[in-house]
């Protein structure tokens, strides 16, 4: 059964702080892997998607890597700023045959001034 | 485009009472998903569909029903509301599978069953 953990639960850094955020998968053969951002009381807002075939994506200050043969995924955010608090979920597609996403449980970002 | 959204926005039920949750996309998009999400649990499948017309059952699909009749709209059913049943359920919509997969999220419908 595929299981996504997130490590650590919460965060606190200051501001302007490099940070990785991690997340571990059980099973290797992953098809794709998204990392999500959500706002208390909001919804989930994507913000990277990773394929198997890739190594990684950028999107701003973010980079999130994939190594299928170790069962991890990254997520750097690169000087971070207040306005990045919030917590980070990411999800994993199993390979084939599945429409199911498994999510992890999340990582409580807080970046103080 | 509005994106995907979901009404009503919180509702309180009493054990046995029936409602629909809904949700509306915008993008002409054929996958779509209902979630429920819970302290500790993390984020949960409950039904999807791939296009109107089809649906699927998810990880916890007892005492939800859906139906699909149109591309736009994928209602979600409770038929007889239990307090288990109280959780914060979210519609996510997708264009479709692999580099298309994307997942748009609604804000989300707050349901508490007393």
Known sequence: ?????QIPAAL???E??????????????????QWFRQDPGKGLTS???????????TSGRLNAS???????????IAASQPGDSATYLCAGRLQSG???LVFGKGTKLTVNP | NAGVTQTPKFQVLKTGQSMTLQCAQDMNHEYMSWYRQDPGMGLRLIHYSVGAGITD???VPNGYNVSRSTTEDFPLRLLSAAPSQTSVYFCASSYGGGKWETQYF???????VL
């Open chain 1, 1 to 5: 059964k595929q299981e996504v953990t």
């Open chain 1, 12 to 14: 606190s850094v200051p």
């Open chain 1, 16 to 33: 302007g702080e490099n940070l990785v955020l991690n997340c571990s998968f059980t099973d290797s053969a992953i098809y794709n892997l």
């Open chain 1, 47 to 57: 913000l990277l998607l990773i394929q198997s075939s890739q190594r990684e994506q």
């Open chain 1, 66 to 76: 994939l190594d299928k043969s170790s069962g991890r995924s990254t997520l750097y």
């Open chain 1, 98 to 100: 599945s429409e199911k």
């Open chain 2, 57 to 59: 059952q998810g990880e």
């Open chain 2, 106 to 112: 609604g804000p989300g419908t707050r349901l508490l």
